[in-house]
């Protein structure tokens, strides 16, 4: 059973700095696609960043020059830099993955982590 469990999140001040991290655990292939989605109380859960196993990456506007997505090459995990936090980046954060089968796909969700930025 494939596990991802989402760490670093907490109470920062509006223009502060939070460093999110997602860690995977279980029998699992190579995940194609990792991401970063957010779900604000109220809204839709939405995408905030991507990463493919090619390295390529892929930012939704709203956080773009303010956000970057990473992973560790030598684990099984991945990280979100958020830098000059806005009250409206308050959410809880996911971190999917997809692993790609030759007829399938899996896709994995952890818990989310809280983020709460005060103005």
């Known amino acids: 059973q494939v596990q991802l469990v989402e760490s670093g999140g907490g109470l920062v001040e509006s223009g502060g700095s939070l460093t999110l991290s997602c860690a995977a655990s279980?029998?699992?292939?190579?995940?194609?696609?990792r991401a970063w989605y957010r779900q604000a109380p109220g809204s839709q859960r939405e995408l905030v960043a991507a990463?493919?196993?090619?390295?390529?990456?892929d930012y939704a506007d709203f956080v773009k020059g303010r956000f970057t997505i990473s992973r560790d090459y030598a684990k099984t995990t991945w990280s979100l830099q958020m830098n000059d936090l806005k009250p409206e980046d308050t959410a809880v954060y996911f971190c999917?993955?997809?692993?790609?089968?030759?007829?399938?796909?899996?896709?994995?969700w952890g818990h989310g982590t809280p983020v709460t930025v005060s103005s």
């Open positions: 279980g029998n699992h292939g190579i995940f194609y696609i």
């Open positions: 999917p993955a997809a692993e790609q089968h030759p007829f399938s796909t899996d896709e994995y």
């Open positions: 990463l493919t196993s090619a390295g390529t990456t």
